[in-house]
């Protein structure tokens, strides 16, 4: 007679013990983002006046960077909402930078074609940060470190960007690959509008 009391006790505490665990899977699940994936191809926009010269360069863009993931979305597995750049993005940003150098007026080649110049242009830094209470704060840095070398001399310059925004949610993938390939555009403008890179580059 006692065994059908106790049974019923355990089903119950059983029952329980299974809505508890399904309550916190949702409780996680809602502060949880979904990983991330962007594509840094920035669309460029150099200085409107072009060169008197037509400097032959030898362009080469490489990745710096220690690890692909630009940094978390947030919640609360951080590591769960990664943000990673996707495979190699030296063969865009290449072509990105070569068109708007031919614009300007150089002559870009390729390496062992006799340049007059060559040029080595490296995303260093690229991070992404949230923060805030109310609102979403989304801060996203980058810097982009050039090396041009012209005959026996050499000049290094260091170019970074850095934007802040705020959002009510997190934002989506599209926005935050738009906000991302932006702030790595403007690193790269700064360094096409630099007129002493410019005149080292042409006198």
């Known amino acids: 007679m006692t065994g ?47 060169i008197s010269q037509q400097p032959r360069v030898d362009l080469a863009v490489e990745d710096g960077r220690a690890t692909p993931i630009i940094g978390s979305r947030g919640g609360s597995i951080d590591e769960l909402a990664t943000i990673t750049t996707e495979g190699d993005i030296t063969p865009d940003l290449t072509k990105e930078l070569a068109g708007e150098l031919v614009k300007q007026g150089y002559v870009v080649v390729a390496p062992g074609d006799g340049a007059d110049v060559k040029l080595v242009i490296e995303l260093q830094d690229l991070t992404y940060e949230t923060g805030g209470s109310v609102l979403t704060e989304i801060k996203v840095a980058a810097s982009v470190g050039v090396t041009c070398t012209k005959g026996g001399d050499t000049l290094t310059s260091r170019y970074k960007t850095e934007h802040r925004e705020e959002f009510a949610s997190a934002p989506s993938e599209e926005k935050n690959n738009e906000l991302i390939n932006m702030v790595v555009g403007r690193s790269l403008e700064q360094m096409l509008a630099d007129q002493e890179l410019r005149d080292f580059m042409t006198n």
């Open 4 to 50: 059908a009391p106790d049974g019923g006790r355990t089903a119950i505490v059983t029952g329980s013990r299974a809505l508890a665990v399904v309550l916190l899977g949702l409780a996680l699940a809602s502060c949880t983002h979904e990983p991330q994936v962007v594509f840094i191809s920035p669309h460029l926009a150099g200085p409107p006046d072009r």
